[in-house]
């Protein structure tokens, strides 16, 4: 899989530029300070998470961190760096190993002049198989895709001649190329309440290659982070809805729709309870364990839905990735990105 982000030398001069002029005010955390507990339920978590792992605090100061991805850089003295978005800042920021953050590229999902609620910016981001960066983006509606060439490019901003509410996450399919993604309605000004709203339902959707754009479910009442099992035999979606705070798998059909699906775990006591945070963003490993981000930190499931540990930022937490050698994951908890080591690497690293 490859995680190298491609940039035409222009466009990687614009970046250069707006990273000196938009230099974040964030502090990072230099001395690397803790967040935290690591809980534990199963034996099988030691097996994924050594008793001494630590949550590393490596920047703070965002409003809303989200969407982590691991860049491969060969070059680069660490490996690569870490993009995320933060999103009522329309921007994305970019961190590196003994540097710190800053901001990379604003606007990030909003290009308009006016206010636009508080979420504007860029949600959910990815690589394709070339490389390129694909964002959610709340303001602007879209699917894009920052290209070799420069400038951004829409990938999908409607469906069936209505825009889409405000997506919010993003994986890849099988092949590589088909994109599967969310569609609640967090970006809107006024959220499903918003004037601007043009769809009825909040959508998980397929853009295959050729652009056509099918609905595959309209089931979930907030379709969050969503992830294939690493035989992408089955679909996982989050759901961020304080009624009903769950994940649900769908199995895939051999003609590419979605089977009747099953809830895969049930947080909504935990949220209630007042642990911080929603089902959220979610990532899978190479043992088809799921990392999901929901009440109290990220949840650490077995493919039989045995709740093995949690990671507890105390925080609400957002999303999550993998990277450096696969074995890193990297959180987004409210205002802080994170990191905590793991004996396990992410599926197809």
């Known amino acids: ?4 982000l491609i940039l035409s030398p222009a466009l990687s001069l614009i970046f250069i530029s707006l990273s000196g002029a938009l230099h974040l005010s964030a502090q990072d955390s230099t001395n690397f300070p803790t967040i935290g507990e690591v809980l534990r339920f199963d034996s099988r978590f030691d097996e994924l998470i050594d008793e001494s792992a630590q949550i590393e605090v490596l920047s703070s100061g965002f409003l809303w961190a989200e969407g982590p991805v691991w860049v491969s850089e060969p070059t680069h003295e660490f490996g690569g760096y870490i993009l995320f978005s933060d999103i009522p800042n329309n921007r994305v920021v970019r961190w590196d190993e003994g540097k710190g953050a800053d901001t990379w590229l604003k606007p990030s999902g909003y290009t308009g002049v006016e206010k636009y609620g508080g979420e504007p910016g860029s949600n959910g981001l990815l690589l394709d198989a ?5 964002s959610c983006e709340h303001g602007d509606r879209r699917l894009s895709l920052l290209t070799e060439a420069g400038g951004k ?4 901003d409607n469906y069936e001649g209505k825009r889409l509410n405000s997506p919010n996450d993003a994986c890849l399919g099988a092949d590589g190329k088909t994109i599967y ?3 609640p309605p967090y970006g809107l000004p006024g959220r499903w309440e918003s004037p601007l709203r043009e769809l009825d339902f909040c959508g998980v959707y397929r853009l295959d290659p050729s652009g056509e754009v099918t609905l595959m479910t309209d089931e979930m009442t907030r379709p969050n982070g969503l992830a294939f099992s690493p035989d992408f035999k089955t679909l996982y979606v989050a759901q961020s809805d304080p009624e009903a705070a769950i994940w649900k798998a769908f199995p895939m059909k051999e003609d590419g729709s979605l089977g009747e699906s099953q809830i895969f775990y049930d947080a909504t006591e935990a949220f209630k309870d007042g642990l911080p945070g929603l089902p959220d963003g979610l990532k899978v490993d ?3 364990n799921i990392w999901a981000t929901g009440p109290g930190g990220v949840y650490v499931f077995s493919p039989d839905r045995k709740l093995l540990g949690r990671i507890s930022t ?3 937490t957002a999303n999550c990735g993998w990277g450096n050698d696969g074995s890193t994951l990297y959180l987004t908890a409210d205002m802080y990105l994170c990191r905590i080591k793991t004996k396990t690497k992410g599926a197809g690293w």
Do not use: A, N, P
Request: proline share 0%.
């Open 1 to 4: 899989m490859i995680r190298k």
């Open 130 to 134: 070339k490389g390129q960066l694909i």
């Open 153 to 156: 490019q829409t990938l999908v």
């Open 181 to 183: 993604f969310t569609d």
């Open 286 to 288: 190479e043992s088809g």
């Open 314 to 316: 105390g925080e609400k």
